[in-house]
């Protein structure tokens, strides 16, 4: 089994920062895509940031240019920097991981999720 681990979640001013991060452990042979999404209530959860093995990147236009993802596969860790929050930022934010194991099987995992409030 994989366990994804999240942190760095909490209350924020509007336009202030915070930084995320979710490390995988466990059964791992490699990690493919990993990614962050969050869900608002009474909304659907909702892509914010999706990073390859080979770095590449992809956002939704919500947050452009304001978040960044990144990871550290010696760590086996994903990171979110959120710059520029506002309150309609405010979220659960699950990590994803696609993972690989030692058989050969690819599973995707969450994290239990961390909550982001951002105050006007």
């Known amino acids: 089994q994989v366990q994804l681990v999240e942190s760095g979640g909490g209350l924020v001013q509007t336009g202030g920062s915070l930084r995320l991060s979710c490390a995988a452990s466990?059964?791992?042979?490699?990690?493919?895509?990993m990614g962050w999404f969050r869900q608002a209530p009474g909304k659907q959860r909702e892509l914010v940031a999706l990073?390859?093995?080979?770095?590449?990147?992809n956002y939704a236009d919500s947050v452009k240019g304001r978040f960044t993802i990144s990871r550290d596969d010696a760590k086996n860790t994903v990171y979110l920097q959120m710059n520029s929050l506002n309150p309609e930022d405010s979220a659960v934010y699950y990590c994803n991981a696609d993972v690989s194991s030692f058989s050969g099987l690819r599973t995707a995992y969450w994290g239990q999720g961390t909550q982001v409030t951002v105050s006007s």
């Open positions: 466990g059964s791992i042979y490699s990690i493919n895509a």
């Open positions: 990073i390859t093995t080979g770095m590449r990147t």
